[in-house]
């Protein structure tokens, strides 16, 4: 089932995530795919479409810096950057807090957490039984990440409930950082500048 974004989409894509399908969704950064990142069934059919890859811990959206807030243990300088660039293209690694996240971070002492700019999966992440939804680009291993429907692989999509088209994304994917009492560790540089993080904390 493909909707556009303006079309009524929020009861079906809650039905679908409450049974712990998959979603194909639009973000501020590329098309992301996930169900409900609390829901076994969900990381086990995400897992299923990505293929063969890492037993790399996936990044959690949620729809607001008070709901990341309770998934993860944040220190002052996490907080910042929180304040500073969420919704939007950060993702902050952490300390894991909830425990309902153990199957998406497989079993990781930490989570990826990111509050995206992009209003649909601010919505889909509401939607959610638990107000978390996986993060991972909707690619097979190894694919480039999509920036739009249009680019998603067709079994990708065969294998989705539902997909959301809201045009075309700007294919930069967020940057990723680590933030615990070891201090600042940039993992991935994307849409942010690590200088411009480093530079709120007063690191440069």
């Known amino acids: 089932m493909i909707y556009r974004s303006n079309e009524a989409w929020e009861d079906y894509v809650k039905r679908v995530l409450r049974d712990g399908k998959v979603v194909i969704y639009p973000t501020d950064t590329v098309y992301g795919m996930g169900g409900d990142a609390t829901l076994r069934q969900a990381v086990e059919t995400v897992n299923r479409i990505k293929g063969e890859r890492e037993m790399k811990p996936y990044p959690v959206l949620t729809y607001s810096r008070e709901k990341a807030f309770e998934a993860g243990v944040f220190n002052d300088m996490a907080i910042r950057v929180a304040e500073r660039y969420w919704?939007?293209?950060?993702?902050?690694?952490?300390?894991?807090?909830?425990?309902?996240?153990?199957?998406?971070?497989?079993?990781?002492?930490?989570?990826?957490?990111?509050?995206?700019?992009?209003?649909?999966?601010?919505?889909?992440?509401?939607?959610?039984?638990?107000?978390?939804?996986?993060?991972?680009?909707?690619?097979?291993?190894?694919?480039?990440?999509?920036?739009?429907?249009?680019?998603?692989?067709?079994?990708?999509?065969?294998?989705?409930?539902?997909?959301?088209?809201?045009?075309?994304?700007?294919?930069?994917?967020?940057?990723?950082?680590?933030?615990?009492?070891?201090?600042?560790?940039?993992?991935?540089?994307?849409?942010?500048?690590?200088?411009?993080?480093?530079?709120?904390?007063?690191?440069?």
């Open 87 to 204: 919704p939007g293209a950060v993702t902050i690694v952490v300390q894991r807090r909830d425990e309902r996240l153990r199957d998406a971070t497989f079993g990781s002492v930490t989570v990826g957490l990111r509050v995206p700019a992009d209003p649909i999966a601010r919505k889909v992440a509401e939607l959610s039984p638990s107000g978390f939804i996986i993060g991972t680009s909707a690619n097979r291993s190894g694919a480039p990440p999509p920036s739009s429907v249009q680019e998603v692989d067709p079994n990708v999509i065969h294998e989705a409930a539902v997909v959301i088209d809201g045009g075309r994304r700007n294919l930069l994917p967020s940057t990723v950082i680590s933030i615990g009492d070891s201090g600042l560790r940039v993992i991935r540089e994307g849409a942010v500048k690590a200088k411009e993080i480093k530079r709120l904390l007063g690191l440069e």
